[in-house]
């Protein structure tokens, strides 16, 4: 998935130190593992019909988790009756998206000569390498549209070396006490994923049965990330309001997850080890220097082999187009500023600001 605002906030990550903090946030330690609560903001997915996407990562008050970098959330929504999805082919570097659905259906077409249909319940990996570019459409057929856009930050070398790719799994469902889970990256509960990354990573849905509590296992040295996506939840203690990214850092050996209320909750668990190198981020772009973004973003503008191209792109607008008429995504201006540095803090949910 592209980043389509017209005028994406510049992103320098690096570990440990503090973080600027004016977004929602709480945190307590009832359950005795820290949880802190990070609130969404809405984003525009293009367009003047635009569908609307929850971005939980990054924000002010903390930018990763794990390697996990970009995480948003949309629908349910009746595309029927709004603009869908209709990413026309825009760029990635340095990182590796990861699709996951729980309704409808998404066809991904990229410059590595991949193809492939997103649906409920099947992973979808796109690695970038040094370049690629991609585009995404909601199929005519899809009513309602609802699911996850999430990326992963490339580590070096492999940012470079790793050539690009696309990977494709379905993971069984693996019953729980009180619920169940489908493992989509990494391991959890005894299943596993085969899907490749390049640093310890878990991504899964985990569906919890009405009044149930769920106790999951978790290696110590993760830190983890429960979007809840529906349902009346509480991690160790502490209510997650609907959309909300509740945040543990590591050091945790179990993590309880309730639904207090009549119908199934449902939440998707993102973990892994904190990410140690810095990294900056602008747009579609994950880089290590401001100058590298700008040469990744002269390289798009002018059509570079370093990106490649999409063929058989075909728009809600028709073929080769969107719904704007555009055949691919140009990127914003730079902004004038210098990047500036916000450091990722500790991997420890921090006290209540308020």
């Known amino acids: 998935m592209s980043n389509v605002e017209d005028r994406p906030e510049e992103i320098v990550c690096r570990a440990g130190g503090d973080a600027d903090d004016d977004s929602e946030a709480s945190v307590r330690a009832a359950g005795g593992v820290p949880v802190e609560i990070l609130s969404s903001r809405e984003v525009p997915l293009g367009g003047p019909r635009a569908m609307l996407v929850r971005r939980t990562l990054p924000q002010r008050r903390r930018s990763l988790i794990g390697a996990w970098c970009f995480a948003d959330h949309y629908g349910p929504e009746d595309v029927s009756t709004s603009g869908g999805m209709d990413v026309a082919p825009h760029p990635h570097t340095g990182l590796q998206t990861v699709s996951w659905l729980f309704a409808g259906e998404i066809t991904h077409i990229d ?42 930050a490339l580590p070096d070398p492999a940012r470079e070396e790793a050539p690009r790719a696309f990977e494709h799994f379905v993971p069984p469902v693996t019953p729980l006490p009180g619920g169940e889970l489908l493992v989509f990256l990494g391991e959890l509960s005894g299943a596993e994923s085969p899907v490749d990354t390049f640093t310890p990573i878990l991504g899964a849905e985990l569906r919890v049965d009405p009044g149930a509590t769920v106790e999951l296992a978790v290696r110590t040295e993760f830190e983890h990330g429960f979007l809840v996506d529906s349902g009346d939840v509480e991690i160790e203690d502490v209510a997650v309001p609907a959309a909300a990214l509740a945040y543990t850092g590591i050091g945790a050996e179990r993590i309880s997850i309730r639904n207090r209320g009549d119908d199934p909750a449902r939440i998707v668990v993102l973990g892994g080890e904190p990410f140690p190198e810095e990294i900056i981020m602008w747009w579609n772009f994950v880089g290590r220097t401001g100058e590298e973004i700008l040469a990744f973003r002269e390289q798009w503008q002018e059509r570079t082999e370093r990106f490649g191209e999409v063929e058989g792109y075909v728009g809600h607008g028709g073929p080769g187009a969107n719904a704007q008429g555009q055949s691919w995504l140009p990127a914003p201006e730079l902004p004038l500023s210098h990047f500036k540095p916000r450091k990722n803090p500790p991997p420890h949910a921090r006290p209540d600001h308020d």
């Open 111 to 152: 410059s590595g000569g991949n193809r492939g249909a997103v649906r409920p319940g099947e992973v979808n990996l796109m690695t970038s390498g040094g370049g690629i570019c991609h585009s995404e459409t909601s199929t005519s057929d899809t009513s309602i549209l609802h699911g996850v856009q999430l990326w992963l």
